[in-house]
């Protein structure tokens, strides 16, 4: 059975870090590229960073260019979200979901396994 298992939400300051975590099993994702997803409250799931497992190519939405990174972990099977200089719009539950095929996907329906989510909370 595949499981993808967010943790590390939390509440911050405006202007902190978090770091999410998403641990994978139930089978093999060396083909396949991994994203994180988040929705804010009244608005759609939107796409925000993937990477391919093997070979490490990325691809970031604009809106969280050059303040968060993704990574991850073949040894731990884990991918990692560190996000920096939180702002308020960042609030949302972010998601985790792997995506068959080559490229990295930015569609959401491109996407087969997913999280259940966790919470993140940038106050002011």
């Known amino acids: 059975q595949v499981q993808l298992v967010e943790s590390g939400g939390g509440l911050v300051q405006v202007g902190g870090s978090l770091r999410l975590s998403c641990a994978v099993s139930g089978r093999t994702f060396s083909s396949y590229a991994m994203g994180w997803f988040r929705q804010a409250p009244g608005k759609e799931r939107e796409f925000v960073v993937g990477i391919r497992w093997s070979g490490g190519s990325t691809y970031y939405a604009d809106s969280v260019k050059g303040r968060v990174t993704i990574s991850r972990d073949s040894a731990k099977s884990t991918l990692y979200l560190q996000m920096n200089s939180l702002k308020p719009e960042d609030t949302a539950v972010y998601y985790c979901?792997?995506?068959?095929?080559?490229?990295?996907?930015?569609?959401?329906?491109?996407?087969?396994?997913w999280g259940q989510g966790t919470q993140v909370t940038v106050s002011s």
């Open positions: 979901a792997a995506a068959p095929g080559v490229g990295v996907p930015v569609r959401e329906w491109q996407y087969t396994y």
